[in-house]
């Protein structure tokens, strides 16, 4: 039982890239909990058909966006040369931090690579990937394990009192004493933001990279990452210098999709 054999570790022996691998590929699912409530704040201040407008946008970016490939090599190279503006920026990272998480822990923490001599490091130690040091924007998803219990009062502040209640007392009842939970969660938060990331990029008009090709616990060392903190994945983000390449292959939807059982 996965589970059973990491219970107990701390946060940075997660951080091993054939750990991550491992429970990546042959991790048991975990079963979802219909009382669970999902805490996503992500249309929060939309009105009804602003929002439509949105999903409709950001369903035409994902039919139009040429992905780069979650592998080594599949990446097309990235205009080296073109910089997002401060306000690009913002605006990229303000839709990331939108995305929902359980119980709106907000677990994710976003490091922004802008220094050169960094970026050059982190590429020493992803496979001298390009992209890692070229590529306008470096983003390194990364997740506090423990966030659900630092003053988790804030996460339902704007809540009314019955619901604070309720709702602040469950999110240690839920994660207390369970590390691969708190893991897991790490892992569904940032996926969510990295693809919300992607997609806003798209629609702004750029191209990006989703990015596991790295040594784990040397980036962590790199990043200075609290030991309650695990590096997740990279998002790079900038101009494509050439078309992507084509998917090696793609499976028939009948293979992917089940309906109600296997």
Not at 17 to 43: E, I, K, T
Not at 219 to 227: G, Q
Request: contains cysteine; aromatic residues 6%.
């Amino acid at each position: 039982d996965v589970r059973q054999a990491h219970a107990g570790r701390p946060g940075r022996g997660f951080r091993a890239r054939s750990h991550h691998r491992r429970h990546r590929q042959d991790q048991a699912p975990v079963a979802p909990d219909p009382g669970r409530p999902c805490g996503g704040q992500a249309v929060a201040g939309h009105e009804p058909g602003e929002l439509q407008g949105q999903v409709r946008a950001l369903r035409v970016a994902a039919r139009r966006a040429p992905w780069r490939r979650h592998e080594r090599g599949g990446a097309a190279g990235s205009d080296a040369t073109h910089r997002l503006t401060p306000a690009e920026e913002t605006q990229l990272l303000e839709a990331a931090i939108q995305s929902p998480t359980s119980f709106n822990i907000q677990n994710w923490r976003f490091v922004v690579v802008t220094d050169s001599v960094l970026r050059k490091e982190i590429r020493a130690v992803s496979w001298d990937q390009a992209q890692v040091e070229e590529a306008s924007v470096l983003i390194v998803l990364t997740a506090d394990l423990h966030a659900w219990k630092k003053q988790p009062e804030r996460y339902w502040e704007n809540a009314p009192k019955p619901v604070q209640d309720y709702l602040v007392p469950a999110i240690g009842q839920y994660y207390d004493g369970k590390d691969q939970v708190q893991r897991d969660e790490a892992m569904r938060s940032c996926g969510m933001a990295a693809m919300t990331l992607m997609l806003a990029a798209k629609e702004m008009g750029y191209d990006t990279c989703p990015m596991d090709g790295f040594d784990f616990d040397a980036v962590a060392k790199l990043l200075n990452l609290p030991e309650d903190h695990t590096p997740v994945m990279f998002v790079v983000v900038g101009k494509a210098a050439k078309e992507a390449q084509p998917r090696g292959g793609q499976l028939k939807m009948d293979e992917v999709v089940v309906y109600n059982k296997f």
